[in-house]
Structures are given as structure tokens and as C-alpha cells.
């Protein structure tokens, strides 16, 4: 039985944050969320986010993903209806054979057995396998705390049995490099030993990691400071994979891409609140593009974030209608990984 305390948990979670959002009881629990396409240098991806119930944490202060979710818990046979509906789409099954990544999400952590039913997690495992002949990578979403190393080891084997050599990928949310910016201010509750002990977990079974950064996602944030941060990140995720090269071959047993998210001013948020009183705007597209920039010299790739996925305030987008060319530069570069793309946009 599902802990009765998740909701309240969730709930104290999202008041320690003084965030003011609601919660989307309406939707319908055999429909996902969300599900889109996303093109890149890895392929097509099919990024499905499912309908359950929201993120335990639900500290971290510029976030409103809960808000798309249930407060309250989604039982396993109605996640399964959800996954049964994603494979019956048309939609999908016409994009079947050039599908080559699969991102599973539920706006907070899918290996949280409470809010993400493993027996579901199984089942979509098999119909991606059954549907999807070119599947080569299965990214899942989660926070740190819910990665148990015989789960993924099963998992692993469990998608090497489709038609395609398919790579297990966790993707785990670090936003701010800076500690004290992340954890004291934005509230994520991640330290940098657990995370370098998942990565050597990771690299142990040869596994992938996502790792999703925020640029700007704080008030306290100044534009270069942001740029900043992500540099220091770029340097820190190649440090790390570099120490996880075989000794033998020098080759990476450990691979790390870095999702780039501009910040968007997201409803029901302190930074809501801040925007709306003139002390924050989100970053331009323009130093997204320099912050990129970082990556090229480490042994990370990197794909930018272009969608603030319907949820910023009124004019609270990185979006801008006069950087639409370089929002299309960026597209580009996500697809080709060719730094020349944004060095030219930048002139």
C-alpha cells in the first residue's frame, strides 16, 4: 500500500518553498502529461512525461513541475493505461522505426517506487522494446536518492533484449553548480559526493548520465554569474568523466550530457513573485549560447533547452520574439553538436 503521509509530505515540501501552486487533480489518470519529440545529434527522442503523483521534494524554489502532477497517489495499473495509450498513438507508431532515444519523466523521480510503480516501470520496458525496433537509448528521470544499483542492472538487461543494443541513461537534475546557490538558495538537496558516487556507480556498469543544469534560476543570480556557474560545471561533469577512463584503453567508461535550461519564470514560485516585482528577468538566448560555449573543450556533449514547455508567466519566457534566428542556431547546434554554429550566431 502506497504511504497515506506522500501527499502531506508533498505538501510541506512545496510550503517550505513558499510556493502557491495548485495541483492538476483533473487530469485523467490513464493519459500522461506530456509527450513531444525533440530532434538531436543522438536522434529522434520521444520525451513522454507521465501523469502520477508529484515530486517528493517539491523544495526546489524556481519549479512548478508538481503542479502538472496528482497530489495523490497513481496506482500502477492507471500508469500502465498511460503507457499502453503512448504506444497506441499514431502519432508514435508512424515515428516507430526512427525513434533512437526514449526520455521517461514524471515530473519528479520514476525510480521513486511510491509515485512511480516499478511493475509499470517493467511494463513500459517491454512495450518499448515490442514497438520500438531502433530504440538505442532509454533515459529515465530521477533524483539520486531513489537509484538502487540492482534495479538499473535489471533494467539494463531488460533493454538489451529488443531489436536494437539499447543503453540505459539516468537523468538526475544538478541545476546550480555553485553549492551554496543550489542547495541554501534554490533548495535541491544534492551534495557533490553523492552525486560523484552515483557517477562512479554509473561508470561501474558503463552506464550514461543526464545531467539537466538551470542557467539563471535564482534572484541572486547576475547574468555573468550564470554564465559563470555553467562553466564551472562543464569543467567539474569532464573532471569526472575523465577520471573514469579504463586504464587499460583510455577509453570513457563513463558518458555525461549536459541538458541546458533557461530559466523561465514558472507560476505559483518565488521567482514569480520577483519577476513580478521587477527584481528578476531570465536569461537572453545570447548568453545561453556563450554559456554553451563552456562545453566544447570538455569531453561532455551538451543540448540546449528551447521550450519553456507552456509554463512561464506572462512575459516571464527566455523566449524572446527578436531571438528567433538564434533560437534556430541553437536547434541546429543541439542536432549537430558543431561549436562553429554558435560562435557564428554570436558575431
Known amino acids: 500500500?502506497?504511504?497515506?503521509?506522500?501527499?502531506?509530505?508533498?505538501?510541506?515540501?512545496?510550503?517550505?518553498?513558499?510556493?502557491?501552486?495548485?495541483?492538476?487533480?483533473?487530469?485523467?489518470?490513464?493519459?500522461?502529461?506530456?509527450?513531444?519529440f525533440q530532434?538531436?545529434?543522438?536522434?529522434?527522442?520521444?520525451?513522454?512525461?507521465?501523469?502520477?503523483?508529484?515530486?517528493?521534494?517539491?523544495?526546489?524554489t524556481a519549479c512548478n513541475l508538481p503542479s502538472l502532477c496528482s497530489r495523490f497517489h497513481v496506482g500502477y495499473k492507471d500508469i500502465r493505461k498511460q503507457i499502453d495509450w503512448v504506444f497506441?498513438?499514431?502519432?508514435?507508431?508512424?515515428?516507430?522505426e526512427k525513434i533512437r532515444k526514449v526520455i521517461v519523466s514524471n515530473n519528479g523521480s520514476v525510480l521513486d517506487q511510491e509515485t512511480f510503480s516499478s511493475n509499470a516501470l517493467m511494463y513500459f520496458t517491454l512495450m518499448a522494446n515490442e514497438h520500438l525496433p531502433n530504440m538505442a537509448v532509454l533515459s529515465i528521470e530521477t533524483r539520486t536518492e531513489y537509484v538502487e544499483s540492482a534495479e538499473l542492472e535489471f533494467l539494463s538487461r531488460a533493454i538489451k533484449e529488443g531489436d536494437t543494443p539499447t543503453e540505459l541513461e539516468l537523468a538526475v537534475g544538478f541545476e546550480i553548480f555553485d553549492d551554496h546557490f543550489r542547495n541554501d538558495v534554490f533548495n535541491k538537496g544534492l551534495r557533490k559526493e553523492i552525486f560523484e558516487k552515483l557517477a562512479r556507480n554509473m561508470a561501474e556498469y558503463q552506464f550514461r548520465l543526464k545531467v539537466y543544469m538551470m542557467q539563471?534560476?535564482?534572484?541572486?543570480?547576475?547574468?555573468?554569474?550564470?554564465?559563470?556557474?555553467?562553466g564551472q560545471a562543464a569543467q567539474?561533469?569532464?573532471?569526472?568523466?575523465?577520471q573514469h577512463r579504463d586504464s587499460g584503453t583510455g577509453k570513457a567508461r563513463l558518458k555525461i550530457d549536459m541538458h541546458l535550461n533557461p530559466t523561465y519564470v514558472a507560476r505559483g514560485t518565488p521567482l514569480e513573485q520577483a519577476f513580478l516585482r521587477g527584481d528578476y528577468s531570465p536569461p537572453r538566448l545570447r548568453h545561453v549560447a556563450y554559456a554553451a560555449l563552456a562545453v566544447e573543450k570538455e569531453p561532455i556533449s551538451v543540448y540546449i533547452g528551447l521550450d519553456d514547455e507552456g509554463l512561464a508567466v506572462p512575459g516571464g519566457s527566455f523566449l524572446r520574439p527578436e531571438d528567433e534566428s538564434l533560437r534556430a542556431a541553437l536547434a541546429r547546434f543541439n542536432i549537430l553538436q558543431d561549436y562553429d554554429i554558435l560562435k557564428t550566431a554570436l558575431r
Open 216 to 230: 539563471k534560476p535564482i534572484v541572486e543570480m547576475s547574468d555573468a554569474q550564470a554564465i559563470f556557474d555553467i
Open 39 to 60: 530532434e538531436s545529434h543522438e536522434g529522434l527522442i520521444l520525451f513522454i512525461v507521465f501523469y502520477t503523483q508529484a515530486c517528493r521534494w517539491s523544495r526546489c
Open 88 to 96: 497506441a498513438q499514431e502519432l508514435v507508431m508512424n515515428q516507430r
Open 236 to 242: 567539474y561533469f569532464g573532471s569526472i568523466v575523465r
Open 1 to 36: 500500500m502506497p504511504d497515506k503521509d506522500i501527499a502531506g509530505q508533498i505538501l510541506r515540501g512545496t510550503d517550505e518553498a513558499n510556493k502557491t501552486y495548485t495541483f492538476d487533480e483533473g487530469h485523467s489518470n490513464d493519459r500522461p502529461s506530456m509527450m513531444w
